[in-house]
């Protein structure tokens, strides 16, 4: 069975603030992919990262990073000096060998000016 | 990047009528095409996975008689929802594989329809 977890249902941060966004996941494929897709109050799904399970390197994009570890499953995603433009819900999703997107529940995140 | 055009945006129509949501790539060929329909604060859930030239596949549970899903070119997948009632009043996105890339992994997104039924 294929699950994506995000246990944190909305946080709230002050402006500048590091936040770290969790998501574990659960899958008996050896291959699948994570991704993690913002969405903002318009609707629309902003593709944000993609990582593939054999690759387990940390990436580092600008204010945005992610923690991959294969032996937790877990996929984190950490906002560094967070700003009010960072404010949105965001979402882990898993896309096992079947093709198939299993995606999370979302975590709003709400930045305080 | 790839585009994916979604419309309308909104829109909003009385009880029994039906309303079709089109769903378009924009820059690149898509065999398979999916919707999604997200309720308020929750997650998305797929509905349905479109192949060009054939019958879309239906998640358990919804209705394809209810949502018609055709996607009868390699650009464009339309949803149909017929005599909508209030409660399809939702978000319905959709999204679409390039076929040209490699891996073929990513969906790229619409920008999601939100339907009011009253």
């Known amino acids: 069975a294929q699950k994506v977890t995000q246990a944190q249902t909305e946080i709230s941060v002050v402006e500048k603030e590091d936040v770290t966004l969790d998501c574990v996941y659960e899958t008996r494929d050896t291959t699948y992919y994570l991704f993690w897709y913002k969405q903002p109050p318009s609707g629309e799904l902003v593709f944000l990262i993609r990582?593939?399970?054999?690759?387990?390197q940390n990436e580092i994009s600008g204010r945005y990073s992610w923690n991959f570890q294969k032996s937790t499953s877990s996929f984190n995603f950490t906002i560094t000096a967070s700003q009010v433009v960072d404010s949105a819900v965001y979402f882990c999703?898993?896309?096992?060998?079947?093709?198939?997107?299993?995606f999370g529940t979302g975590t709003s995140l709400t930045v305080i000016p | 990047g790839a585009v994916v055009s979604q419309h309308p945006s909104w829109v909003i129509c009385k009880s029994g009528t039906s309303v079709k949501i089109e769903c378009r790539s924009l820059?690149?060929?898509?065999?398979?095409m999916f919707w999604y329909r997200q309720f308020p604060k929750q997650s998305l859930m797929l509905m349905a996975t479109?192949?060009?030239?054939?019958?879309?596949?239906?998640e358990q549970g919804v209705e394809k008689d209810k949502f018609l899903i055709n996607h009868a070119s390699l650009t464009l997948s339309t949803l149909t929802v017929t005599s909508a009632h209030p409660e399809d009043s939702s978000f319905y996105i959709c999204?679409?594989?390039?076929?040209?890339?490699?891996?073929?992994?990513?969906?790229?997104f619409g920008q999601g329809t939100r339907l009011t039924v009253v």
């Open positions: 479109s192949n060009e030239g054939s019958k879309a596949t239906y």
């Open positions: 990582r593939n399970s054999f690759d387990e």
């Open positions: 999703a898993l896309l096992n060998t079947g093709n198939q997107f299993y």
């Open positions: 999204s679409a594989r390039d076929r040209a890339r490699s891996p073929n992994t990513e969906a790229f």
């Open positions: 820059d690149f060929q898509a065999t398979t």
